[in-house]
């Protein structure tokens, strides 16, 4: 069985993920997402009601048109996890191919949200739910395992392709956690056995985001303990206090939680995207919120604001949009005193979020907290530890599959070459079975 590996997207980039693995004559996509940085470049985009040749070309979402050379047809497609690097393109590219959407039970729910709003283009995929440890049969001789890993948002997994050649794993957004605050802990188990099976592992596909930095990322349970330390020294305090982080990061919520109760006060979480995955984890039982305000729309949470001021700042902890000073997310209209709750001296801002590296960001957070701290605000920036693999981890992971080979993704080529430099310490050798693809490229794995 001939087996070739396609970059579709986020091999220039961290961002719009797509790869094809063509297995003989059936082809499986893994992720289809949308790369935000290179949209919010334009003015006045509203990707809704765009047609995906023009989000291609201002490198918005993959380029799949390659996906014409490749000879097979599509049996399915795969999102690891419901961010949107990862599934964000599925509105605008799943309708061309006549293939199931296989996810986790959560990553389904994100989708059908994604393709809800979609204004331009029908969508008729049929959606399948698959729990981590399931199966799926692709052919007579190809089957897709889910395998429970841990990332910063729940229902991720590491898809594995077991072929008569052996296994092609998946490995993107993912840590080694073992002591995670929602979910199972990542499968090693499992990954060490795929790794012993007989016909062992063709090929690695791994995320290669940190992939250049010294270490492991530390558990979810360390920033638990970050923000269980900060939101209990605030405990006497009598003023405002505000969180922000990642509205997908439901344990680091459950953590916010947790601890607001802890201090006495009342947590409401406030954004159009707080209420959707919140919403949505709380519908599908992954988490209980009892007693917690959602708010989404603007008129209810200009409302809820208000209740807060009325019955005192003191008695709650607002939690809300903002990280990465989005300019219309709550937190920085709150920075720009542009709702009713107001910021006084001494209020406490956390980020329990790190600025995810773009000049964008950088300068809009930059300016969000500049406006908040001249208000008076204390802000505790970094309260937060990764979603994904350090080199430690990824060196694991090598050492666990013992692929025959690795391509590296999810970065830009120069930080993969870092991967690259990483995997020709355990004797891999660049170009012979260490592959630097960019978007576009193939590299056929079987003869
Ligand atoms: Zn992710």
New binding site residues.
């Given amino acids: 069985m001939e087996i070739e590996i396609t970059a579709v997207g986020g091999y220039e980039e961290v961002g719009k993920q797509m790869t094809a693995v063509r297995l003989g004559e059936d082809v499986i996509i893994f992720d289809m997402g949308i790369d935000l940085s290179k949209i919010l470049l334009h003015e006045n985009v509203e990707t809704e009601s765009m047609h995906s040749l023009d989000l291609i070309e201002m490198g918005g979402i993959p380029d799949d048109r390659i996906m014409s050379d490749i000879e097979g047809d599509v049996k399915a497609i795969i999102p690891t ?1 419901g ?1 949107l ?2 599934i964000g393109a599925i509105p605008k590219l799943a309708h061309r191919y006549d293939a199931p959407i296989v996810a986790t039970p959560f990553t389904a729910e994100l989708v059908k949200k994604q393709v809800q709003g979609e204004k331009k283009f029908g969508f008729d995929n049929p959606i399948r739910k698959m729990e981590a440890g399931e199966v799926i049969q692709i052919n007579s001789k190809v089957t897709v395992e889910f395998v429970n890993v841990q ?3 729940p229902g991720a997994i590491a898809p594995v392709v077991h072929t008569p050649e052996g296994a092609v794993v998946y490995g993107l ?1 993912m840590k080694i956690d073992h002591t995670p605050v929602i979910g199972d802990p990542i499968d090693v188990d499992r990954l060490k056995e795929i790794g012993r099976e007989d016909e062992g592992v063709l090929a690695l596909i791994p995320e290669a985001l940190n992939a250049g930095e010294d270490g492991r990322t530390p558990s979810e349970k360390v920033a638990k303990e970050m923000l269980r330390d900060l939101l209990h020294s605030f405990e006497d305090y009598d003023g405002g206090i505000v969180a922000t982080t990642f509205a997908s990061h439901i344990a680091r919520i459950k953590s916010l939680l947790q601890f607001a109760q802890e201090i006495d006060r009342r947590p409401i979480l406030l954004g159009r995207s707080m209420e959707k995955y919140s919403g949505i984890a709380e519908r599908m039982d992954l988490v209980e919120f009892p007693d917690v305000g959602m708010y989404g729309h603007r008129r209810s949470i200009e409302r809820a604001m208000k209740r807060v001021m009325d019955e005192g700042k003191e008695k709650y902890l607002p939690i809300v949009t903002g990280h990465q000073g989005e300019p219309r997310a709550m937190l920085t209209r709150m920075a720009r005193d542009d709702t009713p709750y107001e910021i006084e001296q001494g209020d406490k801002i956390v980020y329990s979020a790190r600025i995810i590296p773009s000049p964008i960001n950088e300068g809009q957070r930059h300016q969000a907290e500049k406006l908040l701290r001249m208000q008076g605000a204390r802000v505790y920036p970094d309260i937060h530890v990764s ?1 994904h693999m350090g080199g430690d981890e990824h060196y694991d992971l090598l050492d666990w599959l013992q692929p025959e080979q690795v391509v590296p993704a999810h970065q830009t080529a120069s930080v993969r070459s870092e991967y690259i430099d990483m995997a020709e310490e355990l004797d891999y050798k660049m170009g012979r079975d260490a592959h630097l693809l960019r978007n576009g490229d193939s590299v056929t794995l079987t003869e």
């Fill in positions: 996890h961010h690097d990862h990332h910063s948002i957004d979603g």
